[in-house]
């Protein structure tokens, strides 16, 4: 347990989910690999955490080094971390990035990971519940049953607690197969204030292909606002008043691991700071453009200033 808990204001942000310690490959085709952080959630409360927002994360680690360069990550970046546990009988879970022609590609270890052990019996509501806004993932879900029904449990403890829910689908078919990921993301959606899938796995989820038909498919599913991510092309955002296309911004990329995270925590950052939907959506794009610039999910997570600099530079 590290970090001052927050007594006195309650969180913008928490959330719920597996950290990954992350091996990424320097060059296609190459054995060698810089050690960094990630794990989608975790990534996403780093990112809020940088650009402002006060935030808390809640997991399970391992015992093990790599459990302890997670708090310690946690506390540099000013993450809360009272919510979560240790587990002395599994380990904290790891991944690898390989870079080649279609992108990056991800290699797990994380069967029977501390993370995956994480029950409804044990989640510290404390927290869940001091939070404004509660995010959680597909990939929070697809890990176990047990961490499944705790992703459940933690919405509707936030939800009875007055929170906001904001939901990235992050389908990963390494770790569940597509019919049991549409059902579990389907049944999340009507739940959710915000959902922010990529355009690749909404498509997937949808069995649409056309931008509209799919944004559709994830109203008429229970999706209040949907942020639609398509990478380089920037987003789209549709909800009963609006539907508008954010172009992306043109940066030198060099790996876009965690860059649709960092979108997910700078765009509760700015709708807890007071922005309305499409300006906390273009303030999430520009992030998420500057998040492509540098190796890995963590460190090129950028600071206000570095957004705030990019955006004044790209309007001229
Ligand atoms: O979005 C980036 C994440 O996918 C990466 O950090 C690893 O969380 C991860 C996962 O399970 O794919």
């Known amino acids: 347990m590290m970090g001052p808990m927050r007594r006195d204001a309650r969180f913008d942000l928490v959330a719920l989910g597996e950290p990954l310690l992350e091996f990424n490959q320097t060059r296609a085709g190459e054995a060698?690999?810089?050690?960094?952080?990630?794990?989608?959630?975790s990534n996403c409360i780093i990112a809020a955490s940088r650009l402002g927002a006060s935030t808390a994360y809640v997991t399970r680690l391992g015992d093990d080094a790599f459990g302890r360069a997670f708090l310690a990550l946690w506390q540099r970046e000013s993450v809360d971390s009272s919510g979560v546990r240790t587990d002395p009988d599994a380990p904290t879970g790891i991944y690898f990035v390989t870079h080649g022609d279609g992108g990056h590609e991800f290699s797990y270890l994380r069967a029977g990971s501390a993370a995956s052990r994480m029950s409804p019996g044990d989640l510290p509501l404390d927290v869940i519940r001091n939070a404004k806004v509660l995010h959680v993932s597909g990939i929070s879900q697809a890990i176990s049953a047990s961490a499944c029904d705790s992703v459940f449990a933690a919405i509707d403890a936030a939800r009875a607690a007055g929170a906001a829910i904001s939901y990235d689908s992050n389908l990963r078919l390494k770790l569940w197969p597509l019919a049991r990921a549409r059902a579990?993301?389907?049944?999340?959606?009507?739940?959710a204030d915000w959902f922010?899938?990529?355009?690749?796995?909404?498509?997937?989820?949808?069995?649409?292909?056309?931008?509209?038909?799919i944004l559709d498919w994830?109203?008429?599913?229970?999706?209040?606002?949907?942020?639609?991510?398509?990478?380089?092309?920037?987003?789209?955002?549709?909800?009963e008043?609006?539907?508008?296309?954010?172009?992306?911004?043109?940066?030198?990329?060099?790996?876009?691991?965690?860059?649709?995270?960092?979108?997910?925590?700078?765009?509760?950052a700015r709708i807890v700071a007071g922005d309305d939907a499409l300006s906390a959506a273009?303030?999430?794009n520009a992030a998420a453009a500057l998040a492509t610039t540098g190796y890995g999910a963590v460190d090129p997570l950028p600071r206000h200033a570095d957004v705030a600099a990019f955006l004044e530079a790209s309007a001229k």
């Open 32 to 41: 060698q690999y810089l050690q960094g952080f990630g794990g989608d959630t």
């Open 196 to 213: 922010m899938p990529s355009l690749e796995e909404a498509a997937l989820l949808s069995g649409a292909s056309e931008t509209d038909a």
């Open 241 to 268: 008043n609006v539907r508008e296309h954010i172009s992306g911004h043109r940066v030198d990329a060099i790996d876009a691991t965690g860059a649709g995270d960092c979108f997910d925590g700078a765009f509760v």
């Open 218 to 239: 994830c109203h008429e599913s229970g999706a209040a606002l949907v942020a639609l991510k398509i990478g380089a092309a920037g987003v789209w955002v549709s909800s």
């Open 184 to 191: 579990v993301i389907v049944a999340t959606l009507p739940l």
């Open 282 to 284: 273009r303030y999430a």
